[in-house]
């Protein structure tokens, strides 16, 4: 059920997790049982605690990886939920590197047209300080503090004109490229909707992400995290228990009679070695014997040959008349 549940959570097929877990389970089931079968008690315990620890590593492992996707299923339902969060914080990220690819862009924009409004604001604010001087000089509230419209409030007045002239024709020129801006600023806003719209929107819910989700809650709470923790020490306890029954029990007659076996098997194989080891030397010595004797009748009839080749030669030479005057024959 554990591996058929992750096949499914990763294919998505009932077929493919099905068949999986059945071989998986086979696998799992023939490996708990080689862990127990394979284990031989020695009658000492330090010795058979040796024997026993790599196998009960095997068992942890075995049962820390069965319990995994058992947990996932256990908190399905935190997972999903949690998944939601994610999946949001995924699509947030998304759309702010989506976004920052624009930002440049958006906030030249929003300084040229914030720079175009102040200067605005700027000449406003000018105009409106000369018109009010003129007008506080023309009622007699300010300035020479004389109600009448004289050279010093036509001076004014002329200044707070000046001041207008300069806004308007300021505002013919900044109005149409603020519109602008703004126009180019809903293009590229526009831009960065579409790059958003465009994002693989895929479902968040694949193995590794529901391992995440219950590595965030197990973080987060510790209802869940003590749960996890105890479903765990279950599987490690159910794996384990075999091998740690095999460990404490003592001597039974299937392990006499096994190590009968084992001994007679050794001593077979021993005299099996031991026999095919004497036949090799005895062929090596036989071989080594006769080309020993090959060599020396080959050296004795060599020796022979030379010797009669010697007396023939000592034959002839006595045949033959020696000149003393010469000192050869």
Known sequence: FSSGYALYTVFDSYV???????????????LDRYIVMSMKSYGKWWRDAVVAAPRLAMAV???IVISKPLELKIFEKEINAELLTME??????????????????????????????????FKTAARDTLARIAQ?????????RKKNLGPIYRAKKADADK????????LAINLPLIKEKGMALVAV????QAGIAALDRDK???????????????????????????????????????????????RSPYDYLLHELEHGFQMANLEHVTLLSNEVNTK??????????LVLARIAAEKELIDHKLKEKLEDLKKRPFDWKLGKI
Do not use: C
Request: hydrophobic share 45%; aromatic share 10%.
């Open 284 to 293: 090596v010595n036989y071989d080594t014997e006769v080309s020993r004797h």
């Open 163 to 170: 001041a207008q002239a300069e806004l308007d024709s300021l």
């Open 189 to 192: 806003d526009s831009a960065a």
């Open 88 to 121: 949001q914080e995924v699509f947030k990220q998304q759309e702010d590197k989506v976004k920052e690819r624009f930002n440049a862009q958006v906030e030249d924009q929003r300084q040229q047209i914030a720079k175009l409004k102040d200067e605005i604001t």
């Open 61 to 63: 492992l075995l049962a």
């Open 204 to 250: 968040y819910d694949g193995m590794a992400a529901r391992m995440e989700a219950l590595s965030r809650l197990t973080a987060n709470s510790q209802a869940i995290y003590f749960a996890n923790i105890f479903i765990m020490f279950l599987f490690i306890s159910i794996e384990t228990a075999p091998v740690f029954v095999k460990l404490i029990s003592y």
């Open 136 to 144: 506080i000089e023309a009622d007699g509230t300010g300035g020479s």
């Open 16 to 30: 493919m997790a099905a068949g999986f877990g059945l071989v998986w389970g086979l696998m799992i089931f023939n």
